[in-house]
């Protein structure tokens, strides 16, 4: 597993922010599933 850049996800956070609205629950659960593989590599689950 790579590791996670918190500027890229800051940047897509931000970015999400001026996206269509219909797009926002994809893009949200999109990202929450990287900080979620983030997390498991930390705890090594």
Known sequence: MSQINLD???AE???IEGSELPEHVA????LH????????SIDEI
């Not at 599933?33 to 498991?40: I, W």
Request: net charge positive; charged share 40%.
């Open 13 to 15: 956070l931000s970015s």
């Open 8 to 10: 890229e996800i800051r």
């Open 33 to 40: 599933a990287k900080l979620t593989e983030a997390l498991k």
């Open 27 to 30: 893009r949200y659960e999109a």
